[in-house]
Nanobody
Framework: QVQLVESGGGLVQAGGSLRLSCAAS????????MGWYRQAPGKQRELVAQ???????NYADSVKGRSTISRDNAKKTVYLQMNSLKLEDTAIYYC?????????????WGQGTQVTVSS
């Protein structure tokens, strides 16, 4: 019903920047929130940043001040700009969309994109 296509991951040196993108498509009626989570090896998945339908945002303390989440409502796309990347930002980043579809509410995940920060 809902497909999420992520892009923008890769290998970057510490101190560098990356922009992740996630485009949603399918039978979406209303998007409640769009966000990014990450999971590092041996750790639980954690929220990185989230943007709610009204435009308010939430950030993990670990990325606050270094990252900006934004969305293009017309394109149903969410972006995560990450600057001053640190080694500990290395993880698989997953896009998450909470929305209403033609059959009801849903919570959808992308396939994940690897972000590796090297020294």
């Amino acid at each position: 019903q809902v497909q999420l296509v992520e892009s923008g991951g890769g290998l970057v040196q510490a101190g560098g920047s990356l922009r992740l993108s996630c485009a949603a498509s399918g039978s979406i009626r209303t998007i409640n929130s769009m966000g990014w989570y990450r999971q590092a090896p041996g750790k639980q998945r954690e929220l990185v940043a989230q943007i709610i339908s009204g435009g308010s945002t939430n950030y993990a303390d670990s990325v606050k001040g270094r990252s900006t989440i934004s969305r293009d409502n017309a394109k149903k796309t969410v972006y995560l700009q990450m600057n001053s990347l640190k080694l500990e930002d290395t993880a698989i980043y997953y896009c998450n969309v909470q929305c209403w579809t033609v059959v009801g509410p849903g919570d959808y995940w992308g396939q994940g994109t690897q972000v590796t920060v090297s020294s």
